[in-house]
């Protein structure tokens, strides 16, 4: 493996900086403080080709891979990491899972709408009462012969009322556990039956749109199953495994803002004549922050190499997730001590990092979650897939 960046590969990096920079950045304080998603902002990623990676160009994609994307998303969540949503919500999420268990038809229909930004994308798993346990959820699909009737409640879900069209997970077999359940393209604008309640009493990741959606007989067309009858476990899988570096990214990114920002003021803020960076508990807990912070980053390179390699990345990813998990929280943790009461004002970023950061160690698997992937795979008790 060589992490050395090719010159395109840093022309990626620097475009998506000064995207983050010019589009992104002047609004972040306004948006938090109004939960204000900015709509196009995603239409100008799309324009971009920032919605992209690891899609084939004949559907929009932009002929670039996975390290590709892992440094583009990495600069945009440095600056604010809600918007790493709209990579995994379009990209790794539902374009990636058509383009690779879809039918000619519907990767047609549906795949340049979310490279481009045109169209909004999700994907629906976690029930109020299902989130680690994907098989023991009970929305359910009926099949009527000429259509699905979808009746159901999801929870927790990452761009659900700001979304077009979306992936969604139900029960096709009841009683089947993880045999029976499906996948569905669910188009949310244009589907009668269908209620999306925003969820806005959130502790962190404000301007990102997070929702309740409630599906009462909500008819699916028939040629909106992705994939096999009774197989969506095993897509759910599959696309978690992708999504996941998305959460693996942001939470790199993130610990990457908590560092730069700890460093800038330990270097600016004097106590006793002379800046605080100069004592050394403030060099212990920055050098403390920049260990976990370079194997988070690094972790995430590891998996990005991987899966452009076509090698097993299953655990790699899910290391990659945990270790950014732990560089994040630590991270802004060690920030809001080194700011002091400074670090405690909504006129500085900590509290921010801080909020943002605890929601990593739950998103698409819990830390004890991936925790038991790795070990299990470690222990020839799980394929590496």
Not at 239 to 253: H, K, V, Y
Not at 278 to 286: A, E, L, R, S, T
Request: charged share 20%; glycine share 10%; proline share 4%.
């Amino acid at each position: 493996m060589d992490f050395g960046l090719t010159e395109e590969q840093r022309m990626v990096q620097d475009m998506a900086r000064n995207f983050a920079e010019k589009e992104i950045a002047p609004y972040v304080d306004q948006d938090e403080e109004n939960h204000y998603y900015r709509r196009e902002i995603l239409t100008k990623m799309g324009d971009l080709g920032l919605l992209g990676w690891s899609i084939p160009e004949e559907y929009g994609g932009n002929g670039m891979g996975w390290m590709e994307g892992v440094l583009a998303l990495y600069e945009i969540s440095k600056v604010h990491t809600s918007w790493r949503l709209a990579i995994s919500g379009n990209c790794w999420g539902p374009a990636m899972t058509v383009n690779e268990y879809g039918t000619d038809e519907q990767k047609q229909k549906y795949i340049p709408g979310w490279v481009d930004g045109s169209s909004v994308g999700s994907f629906s798993i976690t029930e109020p009462n299902t989130g680690s346990d994907v098989a023991s959820m009970k929305t359910f699909a009926a099949d009527k012969g000429d259509h699905w009737l979808l009746n159901g409640t999801k929870m927790w879900i990452s761009g659900g009322h700001s979304c077009d069209v979306g992936l969604l997970y139900a029960v096709t077999e009841k009683g089947a556990g993880a045999k029976g359940i499906s996948c569905f393209i669910v188009d949310y604008n244009n589907t009668p039956g269908i209620t999306r309640i925003p969820i806005l009493k959130k502790v962190g990741m404000w301007p990102a749109p997070t929702s309740e959606l409630v599906f009462e007989n909500a008819m699916i067309p028939k040629e909106n199953l992705l994939g096999p009858l009774n197989k969506g476990f095993l897509i759910c899988m599959w696309q978690l495994n992708n999504t996941r570096m998305g959460c693996a990214t942001g939470s790199a990114a993130l610990s990457a803002a908590c560092l730069a920002g700890s460093v800038q003021y330990a270097q600016e803020r004097t106590q006793f004549g002379k800046p605080i960076g100069k004592y050394q508990m403030i060099q212990q807990q920055i050098a403390d922050m920049i260990l976990e912070d370079e194997a988070a980053k690094l972790m995430v390179y590891h998996a990005a190499w991987l899966k452009d390699n076509k090698l097993p990345s299953q655990q790699a990813t899910s290391a990659a997730k945990l270790m950014g998990c732990h560089a994040a929280v630590n991270g802004a943790n060690m920030a809001m001590k080194i700011y002091g009461s400074y670090g405690y004002s909504t006129e500085y970023p900590c509290g921010r990092w801080l909020r943002d950061a605890k929601q990593f160690e739950t998103l698409e698997g819990t830390s004890n979650m991936h925790n038991q992937i790795i070990a299990n795979i470690e222990l020839g008790y799980s394929p590496n897939r």
